[in-house]
């Protein structure tokens, strides 16, 4: 079985950034994906977007990941993961995330692409 995710979107909002009491850094992203597709039953065209969240554990991204904006046109590799945790009411939830081996800024947003400067070169 392959765990392989290549996935292309937005940045939904800018990146969150967390260290744990271990001195580990995370950084999340939310990246939009959006599909079209013609109803079975009307034949009218609907859209869909689904926010999909991704977790950059890699110390070797997180100095990139916090160059990156909402907006930002992303392409990632990943892998999914699945986080299960007990509520408090004792029922197991599960929750799908992409954990980010690589990643590469594809676009600016419309106001970055004005200020554009060294920070962004060779990501």
């Known amino acids: 079985m392959v765990n392989h995710v290549v996935l292309i979107?937005?940045?939904?909002?800018?990146?969150?950034?967390?260290?744990?009491?271990?001195?580990?850094?995370?950084?999340?992203i939310s990246v939009g994906n959006s599909e079209n597709y013609r109803d079975k039953d009307d034949l009218q065209?609907?859209?869909?977007?689904?926010?999909?969240?991704c977790a950059i554990t890699s110390q070797n991204l997180i100095h990139k990941a916090k160059l990156l904006r909402k907006g930002n046109t992303v392409h990632i590799l990943g892998r999914f993961y699945i986080y299960e945790q007990i509520d408090e009411n004792k029922v197991k939830q599960q929750?799908?995330?992409?954990?980010?081996?690589?990643?590469?800024?594809?676009?600016?947003?419309?106001?970055?692409?004005?200020?554009?400067?060294?920070?962004?070169?060779?990501?």
Not at 45 to 53: E, S
Not at 113 to 119: A, M, N, Q, R, S
């Open 45 to 53: 065209w609907k859209h869909k977007l689904n926010w999909i969240p």
């Open 9 to 28: 979107g937005k940045i939904g909002a800018d990146p969150r950034v967390y260290t744990d009491n271990h001195g580990n850094t995370r950084v999340y």
């Open 95 to 123: 929750s799908v995330n992409i954990q980010v081996v690589n990643f590469s800024l594809l676009s600016l947003n419309a106001k970055e692409e004005v200020f554009l400067g060294d920070e962004y070169a060779g990501l």
